[in-house]
C-alpha cells in the first residue's frame, strides 16, 4: 500500500509498538505521519473489537486496510478508505464488526483534533515537500527548454546546410548588418 501512493512514500512511515500500552496483532502495521494520531487513533475500543489478539483471529479475516488522509492527491482532498475481503454470503455476519468500524471512525475522526506541535511538525514536512517538488518541476522546466533550444539549433543548422551558396551569401550579410546595428551607439532625439 505504501509503494503504491504518492502521500504515504513522502510522508508516512512505519511506526513502531509503543511501550506499556496495548497494540494491533503482529500481522498488521502501522503507516503514519505521526505517532501521536496513530496512538490517538488507534483506540482501545477497536483493538478489543477488530485489532487486538483474540479478536482479530475472529474478526480480522476480511480486513485488508484502513487510509486515512487529509491531504489525499485527487478530487477530495479528505478522505476515509476502508478496504475489506467479503466473505461468502452465508459467512456475511463474521463482517459485522469490521462494518462498524466504518461509523466509528468517522465519528472519531469528525472529533479529533491535532495538537499543535503535531501540527506544527506535519506542516513543515509538507513545506519541505512542497518545495522539492516546486525543484523538480523548475529543473523539468529548465530541461525542456534547454532540449526545445538544441533542437531549433539542429533544425537550423540542418536547414542552412540546405541552402546554396548565394542564398547563405545573403544570410551571412543580414546577419552581419544585424550585429553592426546592434552595435551602434544608442541615441535619442527630443525638441529643446
Do not use: C
Amino acid at each position: 500500500m505504501q509503494k503504491e501512493d504518492r502521500g504515504l512514500q513522502r510522508f508516512a512511515g512505519l511506526v513502531a509498538t509503543p511501550s506499556g500500552r496495548k497494540w494491533l496483532v503482529e500481522e498488521l502495521a502501522v503507516v503514519s505521519e505521526s505517532k501521536e494520531v496513530a496512538g490517538d487513533l488507534i483506540t482501545e475500543a477497536a483493538l478489543d473489537q477488530v485489532f487486538g489478539e483474540k479478536a482479530f483471529d475472529k474478526f480480522g479475516k476480511g480486513f485488508i486496510s484502513l487510509h486515512f488522509s487529509d491531504q489525499h492527491l485527487g478530487s477530495h482532498k479528505k478522505m476515509l478508505v476502508f478496504k475489506f475481503a467479503l466473505p461468502d454470503a452465508k459467512k456475511m455476519a463474521d463482517m459485522s464488526r469490521l462494518v462498524a468500524l466504518v461509523p466509528y471512525y468517522i465519528d472519531l475522526i469528525g472529533r479529533y483534533k491535532l495538537s499543535s506541535h503535531a501540527r506544527s511538525k506535519t506542516e513543515a514536512a509538507r513545506l519541505k515537500v512542497a518545495q522539492e517538488i516546486y525543484k523538480e518541476l523548475q529543473n523539468a522546466r529548465q530541461e525542456a527548454l534547454q532540449k526545445k533550444k538544441a533542437d531549433q539549433r539542429k533544425k537550423m543548422e540542418e536547414a542552412e546546410a540546405k541552402l546554396s551558396a548565394e542564398a547563405l551569401r545573403k544570410k551571412e550579410a543580414k546577419e552581419r548588418a544585424r550585429q553592426m546595428k546592434k552595435a551602434m551607439p544608442k541615441m535619442k532625439m527630443t525638441r529643446a
